[in-house]
């Protein structure tokens, strides 16, 4: 395993060639990271800024204890070199977040990336020319750099949330949020400890921060769906089985709807007996993690068969939590199974058994306020050393508006998203010329393994600008038909998923005050692609295109041909 200092790298004086290039793209996580590289590759000149000191994106900032994928690492991983997933060997089922971080660091040192990005500098605004077809982008260092395309790899889950409790600045203990850990030991032994939120974040932690913390106190709103994950090490056969011929494991994954292979059962839970239920719920708990959902092919489209999968968890939880008053408080009322993502936990159930652990309920008056030692929950006050916000996203769309993007007319994507999300594909937004978001809105997200989803929007885009460039188009904008049919048939693929009636990040129901829409594409990976290929083959038919007089373009830094 190769590790590379663990900031990014000195970043080089700028040049003049570097403040006007073909590409400026935002972020330098798994997509943003694929973006350089396959964007250098078609000769295209790309600048790439992050927030963060190093490359990794989510990986380098949700450092929390018990951090790791929820995705198989043999899966959740690049598969555009051959090379590479020829000589990365992961060690364990699910990836440690050291693990990927080291991958994802390797893969930036192994391809030369480190080269094109700006580290520690955030993009606050881009502004499109109409005149030169162009975006001028402004960074938090006072750079502003002009490019032909400005493409976000910002990430699905990059903006936390921090909810606006009452008197929280008045705390003097230390507190931490899940999706900015420090990136040095944090150490909890001896201390009185508070974790805010139950979602996925929280549910790797709690077991971890519980072995250390002398009490720890896990403040649950609202409870969730925990099944085990059954992680361990990888059996190096295993491994050796799909490397032998991993380009065809990976095209067996790209004919399922979520993009990674598990075993799935399409038959409906209604129509086979009580005993073969649940043998067959039995078998799906034994594998571990999110292919519990494959039990049956119904579980997230009809009540009845939700109601039946609810059952069998419940009877799980109340046979692992020794105490009754608990078990009930850690089960969800009325929920759907599945409704939010699900989260894959070791112990986690495990951990309410311990001495030092408890569970205070905030579903009737949530956290009334913060005081100095501690804070107010239920009319009980908890005196704590250190808080822990695991308290989420703004997701999908939160890392968007945080920037001025602002069109050739003056309004904003965040002005634009106000009222929703729309975008064409996922992948752009009517309005805002040459400009490109990768598993934002309107994409499958996380609903398709992340890494195949970035590098099939990523070749997407640049086949795109590789056709502009060979036609000598300088503009494209997505028509507001194409858009609104693309809305459309965003939301009829939602429609029929329970999924779509729940409250989660999902429909931006976690954040206060955000418009509620179901944001993925859900029609799956294979009909996404489709649609994306039959675009592209019909002259990027829904898209607009235009061509500045060729001494214009030129003058602009255009890529050669
Ligand atoms: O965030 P969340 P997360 N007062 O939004 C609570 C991915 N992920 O960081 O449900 C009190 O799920 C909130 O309560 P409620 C994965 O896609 C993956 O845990 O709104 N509590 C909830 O319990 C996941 O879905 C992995 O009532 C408040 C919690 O905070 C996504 O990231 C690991 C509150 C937030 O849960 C987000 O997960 C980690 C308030 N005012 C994350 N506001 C893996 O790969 C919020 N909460 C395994």
């Keep these: 395993m190769t590790h590379s200092a663990p900031t990014g790298a000195a970043t080089e004086p700028v040049d003049d060639a570097q403040r006007s290039v073909d590409a400026v793209v935002v ?114 260092s006072g750079e502003t750099v002009s490019a032909r395309f400005f493409i976000l790899g910002s990430g699905v889950l990059s903006t936390t949330n921090t909810p606006a409790f009452t008197d929280r600045d008045l705390f003097t203990g230390a507190s931490y949020h899940t999706g900015r850990w420090p990136h040095h030991e944090v150490e909890f032994a001896g201390q009185r400890v508070g974790v805010i939120g139950t979602g996925s974040s929280a549910i790797q932690s709690i077991p971890l921060l519980a072995e250390q913390a002398e009490h720890l106190f896990v403040f649950q709103r609202t409870p969730n769906y925990v099944v085990p994950a059954m992680n361990r090490p990888l059996d190096p056969e295993e491994v050796r089985a799909i490397k032998a011929d991993y380009p065809a494991f990976r095209a067996k994954a790209k004919e399922r709807p979520s993009a990674f292979l598990f075993p799935f059962n399409p038959g409906s839970a209604l129509e086979v007996s009580p005993e073969e239920r649940f043998e067959r719920f039995e078998a799906q708990w034994q594998i571990g993690g999110l292919p519990f959902l494959g039990a049956f092919g119904d579980l997230l489209l009809d ?74 929950a239920g009319g009980e006050t908890f005196e704590l050393d250190a808080v822990v916000f695991a308290t989420g996203f703004d997701a999908m769309t939160g890392s968007v508006v945080a920037m001025d993007i602002a069109g ?19 992948l752009a937004v009517h309005g805002f010329p040459n400009f490109f978001n990768t598993q934002g809105p309107g994409g499958p997200g996380v609903f398709a393994t992340m890494v195949t989803g970035i590098e099939h929007q990523t070749d997407w885009i640049v086949d795109c600008l590789s056709w502009m460039r060979a036609k000598g188009y300088t503009r494209l904008e997505a028509t507001s038909e194409a858009q609104s049919d693309w809305v459309r048939t965003v939301a009829a693929a939602a429609e029929p998923s329970l999924r779509s009636k729940c409250d989660s990040w999902y429909t931006g129901a976690n954040i206060p005050g955000k418009h509620r829409v179901f944001m993925p594409y859900i029609g799956g990976f294979p009909a996404y692609v489709s649609q994306c290929s039959s675009v592209a083959e019909n002259d990027y038919e829904g898209f607009v295109f235009e061509a500045l007089p060729a001494g214009e373009a030129r003058a602009g830094g255009d890529a050669p041909d």
């Design 27 to 140: 972020g330098a996580g798994f997509a943003g990271l694929y973006l350089l590289h396959r964007l250098r590759q078609f000769g295209f000149t790309v600048r790439v800024f992050e927030a963060g000191s190093d490359v990794g994106g989510t990986w380098y900032w949700n450092r929390y204890p018990g951090a790791r994928c929820d995705i198989e690492s043999m899966q959740y991983s690049y598969q555009f070199s051959e090379e590479l997933q020829q000589e990365w060997t992961w060690t364990e089922r699910f990836a440690s977040q050291p693990e990927l971080l080291a991958y994802i660091q390797h893969v930036a040192d192994r391809f030369d990336l480190r080269s094109g990005i700006t580290f520690d500098t955030m993009v606050e605004g881009a502004r499109f020319d109409d005149s030169s077809h162009r975006w001028t982008i402004t960074t938090s």
């Design 303 to 376: 009540r009845e068969a939700n109601r039946l999968v609810t059952e069998y968890w419940k009877g799980k939880i109340r046979a692992i939590v020794d105490d009754p008053d608990v078990a009930e408080r850690l089960i969800p009322k009325g929920d759907i199974f599945g409704g939010k993502r699900l989260c894959a936990g070791t112990d986690y159930y495990e951990t309410y058994n311990r001495e030092n652990v408890t569970l205070v309920d905030l579903s009737e008056d949530g956290i009334e306020r913060f005081t100095p030692t501690g804070l107010v």
């Design 408 to 426: 050739p007319d003056g309004s904003t994507i965040r002005e634009r998203w106000s009222t929703g999300p729309a975008t064409y594909l996922g």
